[in-house]
């Protein structure tokens, strides 16, 4: 069966999770970096030592500067990181193999442009930095950017999938099976090329038109980001809309250092490296800043609403529940602990989240707060990137003070119509039993995931990301939702043979423990 083909509105959600959950590989290195790249860039500051003349040692300073081109190299690479990370996760197995192809394919692509470009005389020989042109891994080729290493990848996991068991003549044989994916992706790596060379410039032209009709909404424009954004959170879709405005050009471009950066959140981090800048890139304010007044503030509110309106008998269960969720909000910015709580109980509670959460976008863009992020907006970010920035850069501290009224905005609300409508939150259960407890024996709690899943023959692919098991079943009638809410689960989206169980940031230790039975 192919990874692309059309078999419904089910099969377009299969397709799509695991297309959305192919981009938490290489999105999961991005915190890392983000920390080396932020610690050390920020203490490596010129303005920084100056205000802070301790820091003003030769040793330290290095430890520094070792952190900052550490991140910086990261950021530099996401083309690539995303080839041979989206390979790897839309491969089924073998997984090994369609990375290396990925890479493969992604070098050859970019040598065939450059190889292309030159013949043509459109090379900018010696300014790696013109339009439309960049460097990447030491190739002077097209700035296709983060698209570029989709597509790659996209194509370098087709062709793994549909050849990878393939049986040549016997003269040939030694390159038949997995030897045979890198071959047939390196010639699709040279196509990839000459077909870049002819529409990539044209797309350019249409990016940065989107780019400017995008600035051309204003206000209204960044609260339906911040909206659209929200909703697709529930379907782990969200990553597919948010990535090209944080990674192309749809985000905007700017020139540092001699250098075309595009998109908002390479923008941030290029700026980021250079001493030299005085305020970050606008872009900054509508596609990442009002992500931390919703998770640093808003959702706290939330918490302390559906705690206040527990049955007195549950407040001392749900109290731990929803303290643990509210503290992986304001820290971490991870935020489908909470949501999940109150998302299938009451949906309409959830989209006036996420009006509050396009509100919050909007809000940010208004006064100019640019707060950079790895991935979400939580504390750790903020003070990273807001506070160890300054204000002058940042505007962070308008962060708090917008904040707390968004608390107080999402807990009246939320107590408001928890009441009114006798909504039945955690802890105000008919039920006295509450589901999102641990199971008893964690041992026994992968065996039990696998049972309710229909057991290990009707598992066709599992992976996670951060906060959900994601799982493509043979038969959907057979999973149980009843008993995966008894392993922990918070909530179970289900869409034709695509499952997502919501756990928390716990979920990679339950997939490996699920792999190991699987294994047996």
Not at 76 to 97: S, Y
Not at 413 to 419: A, E, G, Q, V
């Amino acid at each position: 069966m192919s990874l692309f083909h059309s078999g419904g509105e089910s099969a377009w959600f299969e397709k799509a999770q695991r297309f959305g959950k192919s981009f938490m590989l290489p999105i999961a290195i991005l915190p890392a970096a983000g920390l080396l790249l932020g610690i050390g860039g920020a203490l490596s500051n010129p303005n920084t030592i100056t205000a802070y003349p301790f820091l003003n040692i030769a040793w330290l300073q290095g430890i520094f500067a070792v952190m900052s081109s550490a991140g910086t190299i990261v950021f530099a690479n996401l083309a690539v990181l995303f080839a041979v990370g989206v390979a790897v996760g839309l491969a089924r197995n073998d997984k090994g193999t369609a990375g290396l192809a990925a890479l493969l394919a992604f070098l050859i692509m970019n040598a065939t442009i450059n190889a292309l470009l030159t013949l043509s005389g459109q090379l900018a020989a010696g300014n790696p930095g013109a339009v439309g042109q960049g460097m990447s891994l030491g190739i002077q080729t097209l700035e296709t950017g983060v698209f570029g290493g989709v597509v790659v990848g996209l194509a370098s996991a087709w062709l793994h999938q549909r050849y990878h068991k393939i049986a040549l003549p016997q003269f040939l044989g030694f390159f038949g099976g997995s030897r045979f994916v890198p071959i047939v992706c390196s010639l699709a790596g040279i196509v990839l090329g000459g077909v870049m060379v002819v529409v990539w410039p044209h797309f350019q032209k249409v990016i940065f038109g989107l780019g400017a009709l995008v600035d051309q909404t204003g206000y209204p424009g960044t609260f339906l980001y911040g909206f659209i954004l929200r909703m697709l959170g529930p379907f782990g879709l969200h990553h597919i809309f948010y990535l090209p405005f944080w990674t192309t050009a749809l985000g905007g471009s700017e020139i540092i250092n001699g250098q075309l950066v595009e998109g908002t959140q390479r923008i941030f981090f290029a700026q980021l490296a250079d001493p030299h800048t005085a305020q970050f890139y606008a872009g900054t304010s509508r596609f990442m800043s009002g992500r931390f007044i919703t998770m640093m503030f808003g959702l706290l509110g939330a918490c302390l609403a559906m705690y206040h309106t527990a049955k007195p008998e549950n407040k001392s269960r749900v109290g731990g529940l929803l303290l643990s969720a509210a503290l992986t909000s304001f820290l971490t910015g991870i935020t489908e602990p909470i949501e999940f709580s109150f998302l299938f109980i009451a949906p309409f509670l959830y989209v006036l989240h996420a009006v509050f959460d396009g509100l919050a976008f909007m809000l940010a863009h208004m006064l100019h707060i640019t707060i950079g992020q790895t991935f979400s907006g939580g504390f750790i970010d903020f003070i990273l990137f807001g506070i160890l920035q300054g204000e002058a850069k940042t505007h962070w501290l308008l962060v708090p003070l917008v904040g707390v009224p968004w608390f107080f905005l999402y807990y009246f609300s939320f107590r408001y119509l928890i009441t009114r409508f006798q909504l039945k939150t955690p802890g105000r259960e008919d039920d006295a039993a509450i589901a999102d407890g641990e199971p008893a024996e964690r041992g026994s709690r992968a065996a039990l995931v696998i049972s309710a899943l229909g057991g290990r023959d009707n598992i066709s692919e599992l992976d996670c990301c951060a906060t959900r098991l994601r799982v493509t079943v043979k038969d959907g009638l057979r999973v149980n939702e009843a008993v995966l809410k008894q392993t922990g689960a918070r909530a179970v989206v289900r869409h034709g043979k695509g499952i997502q169980v919501i756990y928390g940031p716990h979920v990679t230790v339950i997939k490996n423990e699920i792999e190991e039975i699987l294994a047996l």
